[in-house]
Nanobody, 129 residues
Framework: QVQVVESGGGSVQAGGSLSLSCAAS???????????MAWFRQVPGKEREAVAY????????AYADSVKGRFAISQDKAKNTTILQMNKLDPEDTGMYYC???????????????????WGQGTQVTVSS
């Protein structure tokens, strides 16, 4: 069983920055690191939206169009940790941010929430205008 814990949310004014951290523990598989880690966000009444993704075994990253150039995802493979640096925040970025982990290998759509098998409890990000 993998435990996923997010931290770093909070309130900030538009144009500001926040850094979110996701730590995954309890991982015991043949592959030495959790291969896929991603961030999603959700606001009440809307579906969970994929924000950023990292393939930890190769360092490949992907972003939603709405955050490209403003958000950056990075990793600490040894600690199964990922960081989401969020800059130039906009009120539209407000929401609950969730870290998602996929322990299996293979091809999948990183934006598909159902593809991830472990999730954190979420951390709130509020951006005021």
């Amino acid at each position: 069983q993998v435990q996923v814990v997010e931290s770093g949310g909070g309130s900030v004014q538009a144009g500001g920055s926040l850094s979110l951290s996701c730590a995954a523990s309890g991982y015991k598989y043949a592959v030495p690191h959790i291969p896929h880690m991603a961030w999603f966000r959700q606001v009440p009444g809307k579906e969970r939206e994929a924000v950023a993704y990292i393939y930890t075994l190769g360092g490949n990253t992907a972003y939603a169009d709405s955050v490209k150039g403003r958000f950056a995802i990075s990793q600490d493979k040894a600690k199964n940790t990922t960081i989401l640096q969020m800059n130039k925040l906009d009120p539209e970025d407000t929401g609950m941010y969730y870290c998602a982990v996929k322990t299996g290998l293979g091809i999948f759509s990183w934006k598909e929430a159902a593809a991830y098998n472990y999730w954190g409890q979420g951390t709130q990000v509020t951006v005021s205008s």
